[in-house]
């Protein structure tokens, strides 16, 4: 009697561990993501802050011009090899999975090296022709080399990911954290000028360093030969070429305000715009943790062909961003402008109406944001792509006149009604691609 009891009492025991510790690592691993891109969030507020309190407008419209070519350049990369990548993973052998991370790894290097040196090479000759001066010049090199970099950094981080140890991302990325704050405590009190290239420049030996620092002590395995590199950056050129053009319209939806803006107004409203985006950035931070924990365990729900499963917890996560997009937003307007005013100064005033939007941009960006990691893991990205193209268009369209007769606010409303329609779009998509497997 005593035996079986014991025995059904272990048995019981072990359906509880094979339940909790599946739900205790998630937790665990979604903080560690939290924290992560917490620290990001907070590096990304303090270069923020040095623009606002250490330079002038120009130099921070200068900046966020010049980020978002960084951004478009790594987010390339991550459209043709990383994404790829993340949802091909799972569908190989165990034991191949390391050199097929490494065969996109140079496959990414072969791509991506000869396509900076020609736009390089192109702004060397258009310096020496007389079209581009000095500091124009300076900029988009140090950008170009920046850039190499940030995808190595980049790919780190989503390497780790992929092999479920977010906690080993923080381990780097405060390495990474720990080199900006260097370079800006010392830009800081050597007074230095021109900090809208020279942040590129601490920004590129921070990302170089700590990828080669994080992939030198990874397991990544040799390729078999050349070969492998080719049939793996094929196949990811597959869907890569989907999701290339859907990064591209992405990027034009996103940050076609701010070229606008520095076109048809000045780079005064450029900052201006961009100091009312930086109070709510931690928002996207903490959608950009979450969904990096997320996306390779529906990836691997996806091949264990766990198809409801997936669905349900992608729709948690959403709603559970929706709630703390929410509960920020009332904060930031309970504070009543006191909160612009302390952390921005006085030279950035009257932006309270300017947060609220981007607020809203940023709520919606997370609705469609759900959307568009379920169409990747079950591989439509011709689906995004379609997608994104429909509603930049009316993006570029509709920004000018709106800008014209709403100033800045009317520019934030065009991101704004760009993610409207996306999210409309994208889930139509999904309804069609549920089908498929639903029924």
């Avoid at 999975?97 to 996109?104: A, F, I």
């Avoid at 319209?249 to 009312?276: E, H, I, M, P, R």
């Avoid at 198809?307 to 309970?334: N, P």
Wanted: proline letters at 2%.
């Amino acid at each position: 009697m005593f035996a079986s009891t014991r025995l059904l009492l272990k048995n019981e025991l072990g359906l509880v561990r094979r339940w909790v510790r599946p739900a205790v690592s998630r937790s665990t691993d979604s903080l560690y993501s939290v924290a992560d891109q917490a620290l990001l969030s907070a590096t990304n507020f303090s270069i923020g802050m040095y623009f606002v309190h250490f330079s002038t407008k120009d130099e921070y419209g200068l900046y966020a011009l010049s980020y978002g070519v960084i951004t478009l350049v790594i987010s390339f990369a991550g459209a043709l090899i990383m994404t790829p990548m993340t949802v091909n993973y799972a569908d190989r052998p165990i034991e191949q999975r390391e050199s097929y991370c490494t065969s996109m790894l140079v496959g990414q290097y072969a791509i991506f090296l000869p396509a900076i040196a020609l736009v390089l090479l192109a702004v060397g000759c258009l310096y020496q022709a007389g079209v581009l001066d000095l500091d124009t010049t300076r900029l988009a090199t140090v950008l170009g080399i920046a850039a190499v970099g940030g995808m190595l950094w980049e790919f780190s981080r989503r390497y780790y990911y992929l092999r479920l140890q977010p906690g080993t991302v923080l381990r780097w990325d405060i390495c990474y954290a720990s080199m900006m704050a260097i370079g800006l405590v010392t830009a800081m009190y050597s007074n230095s000028r021109s900090m809208h290239w020279w942040i590129f420049v601490i920004y590129g030996l921070a990302t170089a360093g700590t990828g080669l620092w994080a992939l030198s002590e990874s397991e990544l395995a040799r390729p078999s030969d050349s070969r492998q590199v080719w049939d793996s950056v094929r196949e990811s050129w597959g869907h890569g070429r989907w999701t290339l053009g859907g990064v591209l319209v992405t990027w034009v939806q996103n940050q076609s305000f701010v070229y606008f803006l520095a076109v048809f107004a000045d780079l005064a409203s450029v900052a201006d715009a961009n100091a009312a985006r930086l109070l709510v950035a931690p928002l996207m931070l903490v959608n950009s943790g979450l969904t990096n924990v997320l996306l390779p365990r529906l990836v691997l729900l996806r091949s264990e062909e766990r198809y409801i499963e997936a669905e349900q917890l992608a729709h948690r996560l959403m709603w559970m961003i929706a709630g703390i997009f929410v509960l920020y937003t009332a904060l930031v307007v309970l504070a009543d402008g006191r909160l612009t005013s302390l952390v921005l100064g006085d030279a950035y005033t009257g932006l309270e109406s300017f947060i609220v939007a981007w607020a809203a941009v940023n709520l919606l960006t997370a609705l469609r944001g759900n959307t568009s990691i379920l169409l990747q893991v079950f591989k439509a990205f011709r689906t995004i792509t379609l997608a994104n193209i429909g509603s930049a268009v009316v993006v570029l369209i509709l920004t000018w006149p709106l800008m014209y007769y709403y100033g800045v606010l009317g520019s934030i409303a065009a991101v704004a009604l760009g993610e409207i329609i996306l999210v409309v779009l994208l889930r139509s998509g999904f309804a069609r691609v549920r089908r498929t497997y639903a029924g």
